[in-house]
């Protein structure tokens, strides 16, 4: 177990080494753990494991780690899992945060969680093997990007080998050319006479002559498998010399013949046992009695075993096998050829023994195989919900696609898994079509009140408006999801948590933030009674920057401020959550003028993110960078910050409210190249008689922007009422949804537009009720990013007694905003300069200053907007720098130090 999630151990079991077996050192000496990637690549059946095992007979068990993979391991999050799962056997806790996040719902970028697991094992002293075997099973290019990651960075005492049937696609060339590869191909792994000899000899027990041995040798081309093969064929046999010089053909038919032979020859009951068992990827003596109806099982594989009959143990305790590949594919040929009839009996037979051990997608498969559709129907819908909640659709969808389409349709819990798990993959064609099945099949059931039928009414609703909102139908998206509502089960707290936040994300689209921020953050709510805390957390970010969306400034930072302590209170890191609110408040302290503080809290978040988060916030990240970037004066670095938002920005759930050409626009009237403002307002198709629509509000507002700066230049006033006009309808409609943050921005612009036209009275209304607005929250960026016609404005405010203290605040933020810092001349040298041998940091100086307070850690903390572990090692280091164990004696030499 790991995490919580069930992993098959027989994956991680090293191959056992015997001394019967043929000795290679010559290949043994070749395996160079100081290189970083041995590869070994054959066909099957040249030995590659069996080498491995050899190798590893002679070192410590703990410094090897081994996975045997699978077609099952084909998504990232298997494949790390097990990677890591395998590397904790030689290190318990090494990678328990990297785990943690490849079994999250939302992982981060693969880079990010590999950074993670290598600082790790830099630490360890020993040098470490990390065997991945069958590594032919992968086929996903994400996770051979990941190994090539892996192997680039790996520390030099770990020592990484890969055994497969074909070359992996890795940059082997350069892997070559560095001298960090050593391969083992055919040419070397073939059987050389000796080899040979002793192999057929010894190991399997012959007498065979000298020149029998090279022909075999010679014609099998060292082929280990085609030698036991003809071992086993030849077992018994007087005419062994004829039987060698028969022996010819390629190597696909030599395969053929030899296990035809081997099958012919063994008794009745053994080649049964092996025709019948031989659909099963694993076997256990169980499993086998269930599959042929037998009670021999387990004496059956020992006997197999015992007879070399290409079976391989999986444990130490002899308990689970698996044939040899290339002997189960030839097996299940012969199965199918020789009794077909058979097939959908023991497909079934070894179906229910899954299911009895609840081993469900495997249950499912063999259903399939066997062509038991209800079964497997009935097993799908049991499995759905676990598979939904592990994202999982794509591999549901494969099972549901091989069902009789008119099974799917009868069964209404099946029709709505269907229609979700099409949502979910992007098709969304026939998601209608069976979801109107699914209630036609609803309608024919005959209890439809019992407990697997109770929620699909509100499924339904809210698969529509997954539906609605995926064809940009926001206000049907809202419908159904407020019909999902209505119809939810009270118990079902989960499915109501999703609909509420869908519900939120709606609303938010359709301009009622309000209503956004209350479902969404009802959503959360839920989640986290549920104790889903996590989602809780990552969500967050969201509901903050609804929240900025409506005005409510101090509302979302303190939303921002208790996810970080909630977050602070989990026993695993949540890396994506924490930096994704870290940039979120960067960017609301931005809106609040705080320019240091939103500095630091990017910062942190930027290296957060490269830890934990996902690639939709890189956009954001870089956004608020420009935003921070514009406020100190170098518009053209905040301008090419701004393209490279624009280059990474990908179309999410969320509503892109802030177009970032628009906003490139009103940069660049801040610049001056009002032609070029011209020629976007002239490609935008926007108009002036446009009805108010909340998705382009800011590029309506923009509109206005360049009209009104086009009129400070020209003095021509025919697009002026026009403008006015625009911004009223604009402010009706914000004040119709009681859009706060949006009413705000349109009476700044119209007091700007009455400014221009030199009419100051006219100007006074609008920004008198701005500033009412925007106090509480504690608004400055809406005002003083608008400069100098902004002065002019508050200055007559401030004549007139609107809004004194803050308006004051304003007019000081805005001499400096927009204008890039000062370089101070260099001060005269202190007299007596600061006694310490290495000198406290700006940030350290902060934290002092908090230290001679009554506030706890904690408060500090969040004070300073940081982490309480970042707060203790700022304090470590202030009390080695001043040479004290305690913050009493640390308030008090800095006192003497003049420090505060």
């Known amino acids: 177990m790991t995490a919580g999630i069930p992993l098959l151990e027989t994956k991680f079991y090293l191959p056992q080494w015997t001394a019967d077996r043929v000795s290679r050192p010559r290949l043994i000496d070749r395996i160079h753990p100081k290189r970083k990637l041995t590869l070994i690549s054959a066909p099957a059946g040249f030995g590659k494991t069996t080498l491995l095992s050899e190798w590893i007979s002679a070192l410590p068990k703990r410094s090897v780690a081994w996975v045997s993979l699978d077609r099952s391991d084909n998504t990232p999050a298997s494949f790390w899992t097990y990677v890591i799962a395998a590397l904790q ?72 080998i890969i055994a497969s049937r074909a070359d992996p696609p890795l940059s082997l060339a350069r892997l070559r050319s560095h001298g960090d590869l050593t391969e083992l191909r055919v040419s070397d792994l073939r059987f050389t006479p000796d080899e040979a000899a002793a192999f057929l000899n010894q190991g399997m027990g012959l007498e065979i002559s000298a020149g029998d041995v090279a022909a075999l040798e010679q014609r099998t081309e060292g082929w280990i498998a085609g030698l036991q093969l003809a071992a086993l064929s030849l077992q018994g046999r007087e005419d062994v010399s004829d039987f060698v010089a028969a022996f010819s053909g390629d190597d696909r038919y030599i395969v053929d013949y030899l296990l035809e032979e081997v099958l012919q020859r063994q008794p009745d009951h053994v080649r049964h046992f092996l025709l019948q068992t031989a659909l099963l990827d694993r076997l256990n003596g169980s499993l086998c009695d269930a599959v042929t109806s037998q009670n021999n099982g387990q004496s059956m594989l020992e006997t197999l075993e015992r007879g070399n009959l290409f079976i391989i143990p999986l444990d130490n305790k002899r308990q689970w096998y698996r044939y040899h590949h290339l002997f189960a594919d030839v097996l299940q040929a012969h199965a199918l050829k020789e009794c077909p009839e058979q097939m959908p009996t023991l497909h079934g037979q070894a179906s ?35 598979m939904r909640n592990r994202q999982q659709e794509k591999t549901v ?66 698969a529509r408006a997954f539906h609605a909102q995926a064809l940009g139908d926001f206000a049907g998206a809202i419908a159904h999801a407020e019909q999902a509502l209505s119809l939810l089960p009270s118990e079902d707290d989960n499915e109501r948590g999703v609909t509420a936040s869908f519900l939120g994300l709606a609303y938010w689209t359709s301009g009622d933030v309000a209503a956004a ?10 989640f986290q009674k549920m104790g889903n805390v996590r989602i809780a957390i990552c969500a967050t970010s969201v509901l903050a920057q609804m929240g900025l969306a409506q005005g409510w400034l101090r509302v979302a930072i303190s939303a921002c401020h208790q996810a970080l302590q909630l977050a602070g209170q989990q026993p695993e890191p949540i890396l994506q959550g924490t930096a994704d609110l870290h940039l979120v408040l960067s960017e609301l302290y931005y809106e609040q003028g705080h320019l240091d503080t939103a500095h630091q809290l990017l910062q942190t978040g930027e290296e957060l993110r490269k830890q934990g988060s996902t690639s939709g916030f890189d956009y954001f990240s870089w956004l608020v960078k420009a935003q921070l970037t514009m406020a100190e004066g170098d518009l053209d670095t905040a301008l090419d910050q701004l393209h490279e938002a624009e280059r990474l920005y990908r179309r999410s ?102 400014e221009a036209q030199g009419d100051l009275p006219a100007a006074m209304p609008p920004l008198e009720r701005a500033l009412t607005l925007g106090e509480p929250e504690g608004h400055v960026r809406i005002f003083v990013e608008c400069g100098p016609p902004m002065a002019r404005l508050l200055q007559e405010a401030m004549t007139l ?46 934290v002092l200053r908090l230290l001679n307070t009554e506030l706890s850690g904690p408060e500090i903390a969040n004070e300073l907007v940081v982490a309480l572990s970042t707060v203790r090692t700022h304090t470590k280091r202030i009390y080695s720098k001043l040479n ?3 913050r009493r004696a640390a308030v008090k030499r800095a006192t003497e130090l003049d420090l505060i």
Do not use: C
Request: glycine share 4%.
């Open 653 to 754: 759930p969320l509503p892109n409210i802030r177009p970032i050409e628009a906003l490139k626009v009103q940069w660049w009237l801040q610049q001056g190249r009002l032609a070029v403002a011209l020629g976007w307002l002239q490609e935008s198709g926007l108009s002036v008689d446009d009805e108010p629509d909340y998705l382009r509000e800011h590029e309506h507002l923009t509109l206005a922007r360049v009209l009104i700066e086009q009129y400070r230049q020209d003095g021509m006033d025919e697009a002026m009422p026009q403008v006015t006009d625009l911004l009223s309808r604009l402010l009706a409609a914000a004040e119709a949804q009681e859009r706060t943050a949006s009413i705000i921005k349109i009476l700044v612009v119209l007091a700007l537009a009455h």
């Open 884 to 886: 004290v164990t305690n």
């Open 397 to 462: 969808l494969g099972w549901i696609k091989a069902l009789p389409d008119s099974l799917i349709r009868i069964r209404p819990v099946l029709s709505v898994a269907h229609a979700i798990a099409l949502l979910n993959t992007g098709q969304i064609d026939a998601v209608e079509d069976r979801l109107q099945d699914a209630e036609h099949a609803l309608a024919a059931v005959e209890n439809s009140k019992e407990e697997q039928y109770r929620s699909l009414p509100a499924a339904i609703a809210n």
């Open 352 to 386: 229910r023994w899954y299911e009895q051990n609840e081993l469900l997608s495997d249950a499912i498969r063999h259903a399939l195989a066997a062509k038991d559709f209800d079964h497997a129907a009935g097993l799908i819908e049991q499995v759905w919900p676990a």
């Open 89 to 160: 056997s030689i290190q318990p806790n090494l990678g328990k945060r990297a785990l943690s996040l490849v079994q999250s719902s939302q992982p981060p970028e693969i880079e990010a969680i590999l950074l993670l697991l290598l600082n790790e094992l830099t630490v360890i002293k020993a040098d470490v093997a990390l065997i991945l075997d069958d590594y032919h099973a992968i086929e996903t290019q994400a996770i051979h990007d990941g190994i090539g990651f892996f192997l680039s960075h790996l520390p030099p005492q770990v020592h990484l």
């Open 801 to 846: 007694g609107i809004t004194p203290a803050y308006t004051q605040q304003l007019l000081t933020a805005l001499k400096t905003w927009g204008e890039k810092p000062k370089v101070l001349s260099p001060l005269p040298l202190s007299p007596t300069p600061q006694p310490l041998i290495e000198p406290l940091s700006q940030r350290e100086l902060d």
């Open 517 to 526: 921020y209350q479902s969404f953050d009802k959503g959360l709510k839920l």
